[in-house]
C-alpha cells in the first residue's frame, strides 16, 4: 500500500502518513463497535438488554462514554514516576498499533509487505510488556505492581507456545510473510491450512488433525497473552481493583481499554491469516464471476474483517461463559501442556511436510 501511494502521490512524507491513517482509522471505528458489541453480548447471556437509552439499541453510548472520558480530571498516586507513568500507556498503544503495519486486509491494502512480517509481529508485541511493567511499578500501588508482575509473566509464558505453532506453520509453508501464507491458502475453504492446506493427497489428510490442534494451542496461548478470561488475572477486579492500570483514569485508561480490544483483533487477525484462509473468500468472488476486478480487493476486506470479528466475538463469549483460572492453573496449563503438545505436533507437522 505504501509503495502505491508513494508511486502515486510522488511524496514519501504524505504517502506514509496515509499509510498509518488506515489502521488507525479501521482500530478507532472497530474499537468503538467492539466494546458496544461486548456490553451487548454480555447483557444478552445474562438475560438483560444492555444500553438502549442513547441511539438505536445503545449505539451511541459509546461516544457518550468518551466524551465524558475527555472531561475527567487526572488525578495521580503520590509519589509516583511522572516519566514511566506518562509513558506506560503510550508505548503500550504503540506496540499494538504497529502490529497492523504488517497485516493484510486484502491483497492491496496491506502497510507493509515485508518477508518477516510474522517475525516482526511477535517482536513488536513486547512492547506491550514493557509498557505494562513500567505502568505498574510508577503508580506507585501495590495491586497495580502486582497485576503488571502477574501480566508480564503470563504473556512471556504463553509467548512460547504461541512461537511453536508458529515455528510449525513457517516450517510447513517455507515463508514468514503473511501475504504469501494468505495466498497459498486461496480459492477455496478446502484450501485453508485448518483443513490441511492446498494440494490433495494422503499428506494433507494426515495434517488435519496437527492443524486443528495447532489452531486451538495458539488460539488459548493468544487469549492468554491478551488477558482475557479466563486469563484475565493480571485485573482481577476481584483481586487487584483493575490490576496493572488502577491508577489510570481519564484518557489515559481509555488508551489501556483501546490496546486491550485492538490486541483482540490483532491475535484474531493472525489465527485468521494462519488457519482460515486469510483475506480470501472461501467460496470464490464475485468480481471473477462478474468481471469486475477492482472488486476482489473489497470483497477480500470485507472477509477479513468478518473472520476476524468472528473471533473477537468468540473471545467475548467466552468472558461470560467461563470462569477466571487461578495463577498456578494458568501456569500449569501453560508449562505442563500446552508447551509440550505443541512441541510435539511441530515434530509431527515436520515429519508429515517432509512427505
Not at 52 to 60: D, E, I, Y
Not at 64 to 76: S, T
Not at 165 to 177: A, I, K, Q, W
Not at 278 to 287: D, E, K
Amino acid at each position: 500500500m505504501y509503495e502505491y501511494l508513494n508511486e502515486l502521490l510522488g511524496n514519501q512524507i504524505l504517502a506514509m502518513l496515509l499509510t498509518a491513517c488506515v489502521p488507525l482509522v479501521f482500530i478507532l471505528l472497530y474499537t468503538l463497535f467492539a466494546v458496544w458489541l461486548e456490553r451487548k453480548v454480555s447483557a444478552h447471556m445474562q438475560d438483560r438488554l444492555g444500553p438502549m437509552r442513547v441511539g438505536w439499541h445503545g449505539s451511541l453510548q459509546l461516544i457518550a462514554d468518551f466524551m465524558k472520558i475527555l472531561q475527567k480530571e487526572v488525578p495521580v498516586a503520590k509519589n509516583y514516576d511522572r516519566i514511566l507513568y506518562e509513558m506506560a500507556p503510550v508505548l503500550v498503544f504503540t506496540g499494538s498499533f504497529a502490529a497492523f503495519a504488517v497485516i493484510p486486509f486484502s491483497s492491496g491494502l496491506i502497510g507493509s509487505q515485508i518477508e518477516i512480517g510474522i517475525f516482526y509481529l511477535m517482536a513488536v508485541s513486547s512492547f506491550m510488556v514493557v509498557g505494562i511493567l513500567m505502568g505498574g511499578w510508577s503508580s506507585n500501588n501495590k495491586y497495580s505492581l502486582l497485576g503488571a508482575m502477574r501480566s508480564s509473566a503470563q504473556i512471556v509464558s504463553y509467548e512460547i507456545p504461541t512461537a511453536l505453532v508458529v515455528l510449525s506453520m513457517v516450517m510447513l509453508t517455507g515463508t514468514l510473510s503473511l501475504s504469501k501464507i494468505s495466498d497459498m491458502q486461496t480459492a477455496y475453504f478446502w484450501n485453508w491450512y485448518i483443513l490441511g492446506g492446498p494440494g490433495t493427497g494422503i499428506a494433507k489428510f494426515l495434517l488435519i488433525p496437527s492443524m486443528i490442534a495447532a489452531f486451538v494451542i495458539i488460539y488459548i496461548s493468544t487469549l492468554a497473552e491478551v488477558n482475557r478470561t479466563p486469563f484475565d488475572i493480571p485485573e482481577a477486579e476481584s483481586e487487584l481493583v483493575a490490576g496493572y492500570f488502577t491508577e489510570y483514569p481519564g484518557i489515559k485508561y481509555a488508551m489501556f481499554m483501546l490496546t486491550e480490544y485492538t490486541n483482540m483483533y490483532a491475535v484474531s487477525a493472525v489465527v485468521v491469516l494462519l488457519f482460515f484462509g486469510g483475506y480470501h473468500s472461501p467460496f470464490g468472488y464475485l468480481g471473477n464471476t462478474l468481471g469486475i476486478g477492482w472488486l476482489i480487493p473489497f470483497e477480500q476486506a470485507f472477509w477479513f474483517i468478518s473472520k476476524g470479528m468472528f473471533f473477537v466475538f468468540v473471545q467475548m463469549w467466552l468472558r461470560w461463559t467461563l470462569p477466571r483460572l487461578r495463577v498456578d492453573q494458568l501456569m500449569s496449563l501453560c508449562w505442563k501442556y500446552l508447551i509440550p503438545y505443541a512441541l510435539l505436533n511441530l515434530i509431527i507437522i515436520g515429519i508429515i511436510s517432509l512427505l
